[in-house]
């Protein structure tokens, strides 16, 4: 197959995902246009659930194995939208509607990949596609329910929107929920233990806390108090204020850490982790992958943004065309230079790093 037929189709497969509406959760009918591609071309591929996967033709369980990643699942459309979301429309060299920057055109610019590579008996590594779901609402029938059926992987390339850049480290998150404590009373009376005012230095004291451990590539932990809620009524004194905290963790902590240190160290009366496992993730500058890249004109840096790498306990790279800005953004769109582009510059990268 010829590389421009290749991106061709790809283009073609991506106007039909825009097309076909897949909210986190509700991605049964673009798993379905997946198999079809896999059918199309005679590659033998796996379903569970709402996720998609096959490995390449000569795969040999002696070998390590990269995995190729990205979800078709999207966001609901913003109420700021001019245009008919699930229209793929192309307007000058842009390919608009929902899912198509984030992260439609990096889905099937790896699945082009995979194609491309399928039958290659040269390769370094195994390869793997998983084409999965519930990306935007860190679902568990994503990614995360798919690693015990694939084969072990040894790194992966998740499809994110990077400009085609190498992003070597993300950031992790924990949510945390904590509870300023005082003495409910009726607003009459005078009350020396008010939550609310004792709150104003709890909220201090998370503005200026800051975690020692800085990192090369993602820079310092972001601690960020993003929700407060007390009160019912106009002349109670409430019993207690409820924070939420939103903590993006560098690659120097894992999410234990940092709920260990804070719950030491806040002054709360009490705060726990809604859930640990969205850690940070990284691959090492000297990986084949990155030098690989670094060698095509590619550069690296530390992403803020979550992805289906926060799943992963291997070693990976979040790289994909589009731009992480016009996510989740009205009027959605990519360029089609950008797929294209992005076809050849994945195919080079795996051609530099996994041929013998």
Known sequence: MKLEELQQEALGLLKKLIETQSFSKEEDKTAELLEAWFKAKGITYSRHLNNVWATNKNFDSAKPSLLLNSHHDTVKPNSAYTRDPFEAKIEDG??????????????????????WFYEAQDLQYNLVFAGTGEEEINGKNGIA??????????????????????????????????????????????????????????????????????????????????????????????????????????????????????????????????????????????????????????ETYGSPTLSDQAMLSCPSLKLGPGDSTRSHSADEFIYVKEIEEGIELYIKLLEKALKK
Not at 94 to 115: H, I, K, P, Q
Request: proline letters at 5%; charged letters at 20%; aromatic letters at 6%.
């Open 145 to 298: 329910c798919m690693l015990p059926k694939i084969p072990k992987i040894d790194v992966a390339i998740v499809g994110e929107p990077t400009l085609m850049q190498l992003a070597i480290a993300e950031k992790g998150l924990v949510v945390f929920d904590a509870k300023v404590k005082g003495t409910p009373s009726h607003a009459a009376h005078p009350n020396g233990d008010n939550s609310i005012y004792k709150t104003a230095d709890v909220l201090k004291w998370f503005e200026e806390f800051k975690f020692p451990k800085q990192s090369e590539a993602l820079g310092n932990v972001k601690l960020t108090v993003t929700q407060i809620n007390a009160g019912s009524q106009h002349n109670v004194v409430p019993g207690h204020v409820d924070l939420v905290i939103d903590v993006r963790v560098n690659d120097a902590y894992s999410n234990a850490d940092v709920q260990e240190i804070l719950q030491n160290q806040a002054p709360v009366d009490e705060i726990n982790a809604r859930s640990l496992r969205l850690n940070s993730s990284s691959i090492p500058k000297d990986h084949e992958l990155v030098k690989a890249g670094i060698a095509l004109g590619m």
């Open 94 to 115: 842009r390919l608009y509607g929902l899912g198509s920057n984030d992260a439609g055109g990096c889905l099937v610019s790896l699945l082009a990949t995979f194609t």
